[in-house]
């Protein structure tokens, strides 16, 4: 599913008016960092209309959309076999939290209550990081479920040849569950009280025999630890069933560290809200991931902040932004020249003899 057939999904009852404008005012939104109710007339609409969809078709919605997303992206790329990474992001709540999808982690975040959190993939592909799949996480939600789900996906189109996550996902289900699906993972390991003792130990790696309850039943589980020491000025712990030295895992962890760094180059296409509907968050958290990969796709020379505001402008109509060009001007108090009054005056005539504004100047 293409952006705009999901956009035609959730905004099917809408005027064409509100649809036709859609994608401009998001992006508008988007280059300025705002609240929409702040920057459109059309917030009140976009807002019902979004509160009018189950979280359990966005969810399918999002499927289609990154379904369609990675069929695409597998043309460009001719690698047999990616690495790609798990991470989860957190979107700042300020009011009081009242449902599920609101949790109290607040990230760091001054002044934030509480967070919403999605589970992001990401591609590892030289340096960049394209996004490959998003869901957004309640309270109870199975973090390895979602995990699975998501990676059951990619796998439908890439030949995935490791996963790496980092130690908020080191966890022997998780890691049992990668193995029974044939998957090479690298997870960093909290260094938690035996960890520690290993090494303390200068171990090398370590084989821990444990059990893994399950509907009331003990299943014996091997879980695999390797140490690296005094690497790039760190210690290093990792659960991981690749075999390879200390050293190559270390420089194989250090690809996702650009994931980190992602997330907050996306923040300059944060759609701001005040709404607690999950629906409605996750939308806006979806048009910033579609933003920058658009910006990936496009592979040039200028940051993701110069590529929102080209964007936000090339979506504007000749006719909108001459009426700011004028607004400029009359708040300033900044006449307009002779050749800016035959240019605008141009522009006036070509709208009023055919009823639209030109596309260009000829």
């Known amino acids: 599913m293409k952006i705009n057939k999901l956009l035609k999904k959730v905004f099917s009852s809408a005027k064409n008016e509100l649809y036709t404008k859609l994608f401009s005012i998001l992006s508008l939104v988007a280059s300025e960092k705002d609240y929409l109710e702040n920057l459109s007339n059309h917030s009140d609409a976009i807002h019902w209309h979004l509160n009018k969809v189950k979280i359990g078709d966005f969810e399918q919605y999002l499927k289609e959309y990154f379904e369609y997303f990675l069929k ?13 990474a798990f991470d989860e992001t957190f979107i700042p709540f300020y009011g009081k939290i009242s449902n599920i999808w609101i949790n109290g982690y607040n990230n760091k975040i001054k002044g934030a209550k509480g967070t ?15 996004i490959l799949n998003i869901m957004p996480m309640h309270n109870l939600q199975d973090t390895n479920k979602t995990v699975s789900e998501m990676l059951c996906l990619i796998k439908n189109k890439f030949n995935v040849e490791t996963v790496l996550f980092d130690r908020g996902f080191c ?9 029974l699906r044939g998957t090479k993972y690298l997870i960093l390991s909290p260094k938690r009280k035996n960890i520690k003792s290993f090494m303390e130990a200068k171990e090398s790696e370590v084989i821990i025999e ?23 000025g760190y210690d290093w712990a990792f659960a991981t069933n690749l075999q390879m030295s200390p050293e190559n895992l270390v420089k194989l962890y250090k690809c996702r560290w650009g994931i980190e760094t992602n997330f907050r180059i996306m923040d300059f296409a944060d759609i701001k809200s005040k709404s607690k509907n999950i629906v409605t968050r996750c939308f806006f958290f979806l048009i910033s991931v579609v933003l920058f990969n658009s910006w990936l796709e496009l592979d040039k020379e200028i940051t993701f902040e110069t590529y929102l505001d080209l964007l936000a402008l090339a979506n504007q109509s000749l006719e909108e932004i001459l009426k700011k060009f004028e607004d400029a001007r009359d708040i300033l108090d900044m006449k307009l020249t002779k050749c800016e009054q035959k240019i605008l005056s141009s522009f006036v005539n070509f709208a009023l003899l055919y009823g639209k504004f030109p596309c260009h100047i000829s």
């Open 116 to 130: 919403y959190k999605f589970m992001v993939c990401s591609i590892i592909l030289k340096k960049k990081r394209f």
């Open 171 to 179: 966890n022997k289900k998780l890691c049992r569950e990668m193995e």
């Open 210 to 232: 444990t059990d893994i309850n399950e509907l009331k039943t003990k299943n014996k589980y091997t879980w695999r630890f390797v140490f690296a020491y005094d690497l790039f």
């Open 72 to 84: 695409k992206l597998r043309k460009q790329i001719s690698w047999d076999k990616i690495t790609i």
